[in-house]
């Protein structure tokens, strides 16, 4: 059995092949891009680069790690992963082989690449990773489960795992609140919160909440960083189309050519728009926003620094609920 200092080493070892030019790992990054019109070679190395120096570095992992019991009889754990932008799922993988437990991953058809060629890279290195880390394509007979899916796919996953032991996770999305003394500097890394992965993440900010006089063209100027997000066929698809939709529906919308604007008290919105609400309090706002189950992470001053909604740490559990935790307690 694996000891925990030999599970880190492993995943330090990873992290070093991970930031290398392996051609089976470069093949591995073409065959993802190939495999999923969303993914762009851009955002898998922004991917990769956030895993490398906030997951795997060892001083965080052995800080990280250290509050947590290792399981002494092991569970078996199904897991269900996403795949909406690169890796999404490998910090629940992570979290999974740091238990100790032994994994059972279900990969999304839409990022299964990625995670398959690591895993089997760390069995190739340590045989005995097979026998704690599978990938299959169901997940009969676990003793729990981890999935994340959309609002409509957790009804089945409730339907399906909720008399074991579960985090079964729904759609989310972040939003950022500006209060007008923001500097040109965090409106630019403010656009990196929005554009990266196309908006398509659970920390992509969806909706910015601005004061009753806010210069909304400021905004709109600092998105320009990403005009050429436009020359991307599926963005633009989108675009296009909710374009005709508010224009056939007399919808007020501000646009810059490659990013629509428009004013909606709801925090989801679709890829190329954002939406943005005006608020009088900004101390009522947050405490709202603190109490939604929608809202996965808050972008701005005294909240998550903008520009860093893309870069969690090991302790940034998806929905604020506490994988290792849970893992722990099985």
């Not at 000891?3 to 880190?8: D, L, P, V, Y």
């Not at 196309?198 to 004061?211: M, S």
């Not at 998550?304 to 099985?330: C, E, H, I, K, R």
Request: hydrophobic share 40%; aromatic share 10%.
């Amino acid at each position: 059995m694996l000891t925990t200092a030999g599970r880190i080493a492993l995943l330090e070892r990873l992290g070093h092949y991970m930031q290398g030019q392996d051609e089976a790992w470069e093949t591995a990054q073409q065959r993802a891009v190939q495999a999923n019109g969303w993914f762009t070679p851009g955002h898998i190395t922004q991917a990769v680069r956030n895993i490398v120096s906030r997951f795997l570095q060892s001083d965080a992992l052995h800080a990280w790690i250290a509050p947590y019991p290792v399981a002494t009889a092991p569970k078996k754990v199904g897991m269900v992963m996403a795949g909406n932008i690169p890796l999404v799922g490998f910090h629940d993988f992570l979290c999974g082989f740091m238990s100790g437990h032994s994994i059972v991953l279900k990969l999304s058809g839409k990022d299964e690449v990625l995670l398959k060629h690591l895993v089997e890279k760390l069995v190739e290195w340590e045989p005995a990773v097979a026998g704690q880390v599978t990938i299959a394509d169901n997940l009969k007979g676990c003793d729990a489960y981890i999935a994340t899916g959309s609002n409509n796919t957790a009804r089945y996953f409730e339907q399906y795992f909720g008399k074991y032991p579960h985090i079964i996770r729904r759609n989310r999305t972040s939003v950022a609140v500006l209060d007008g003394s923001e500097t040109p500097e965090e409106l630019d890394r403010l656009a990196d919160d929005i554009f990266t992965y196309f908006g398509l993440g659970c920390r992509n900010v969806t909706q910015v909440c601005v004061p009753q006089d806010y210069d909304m063209p400021k905004l709109m100027d600092a998105c320009n960083k990403y005009a050429d997000m436009i020359h991307h066929h599926k963005y633009k698809n989108n675009y296009d189309y909710y374009l005709a939709i508010y224009l056939l529906n007399k919808v007020a919308y501000l646009s810059n050519d490659s990013l629509l604007m428009v004013e909606n008290a709801l925090p989801f919105s679709a890829v190329s728009v954002l939406h943005y609400r005006r608020y009088d309090d900004k101390n009522a706002l947050l405490q709202e926003l603190s109490g939604s189950e929608d809202i996965q992470c808050i972008v701005g001053h005294g909240q998550t620094a903008f520009g860093a909604a893309q870069s969690p740490s090991l302790n940034d559990y998806a929905d604020g609920v506490d994988t290792m935790a849970f893992l722990a307690g099985l």
